[in-house]
């Protein structure tokens, strides 16, 4: 996992990654976060899941406008629903 100001990233370095999994936990995480997933850029303010945006990878993008209360929180649901996907 990686969080940078403007995304947080699972990718091949995450531990237990999946490369088989990576398309379930793309659209696990669209649902149970309540986030569309897009392979293209959204316009809008809100954010979104994303696939293979950097590399293979699954990312969530522009969480810049969400309170540090609020990403903690989708951090942890994001961990949560990524160590369910890849076990």
Known sequence: ML????????????KM?????????????GYKLNL????????GDFPFIQMDRYGSDVTISRITRMS????EKM???????FDEVMS
């Open 3 to 14: 969080i940078e100001s403007m995304y947080y990233q699972f990718t091949p370095q995450s």
């Open 17 to 29: 990654w999946n490369e088989d999994r990576k398309e379930l936990l793309a659209r696990t995480l």
């Open 36 to 43: 569309p997933i897009s392979n293209n850029h959204i316009s």
């Open 68 to 71: 540090e209360e609020a990403i």
């Open 75 to 81: 951090v942890k649901k994001a961990d949560k629903i």
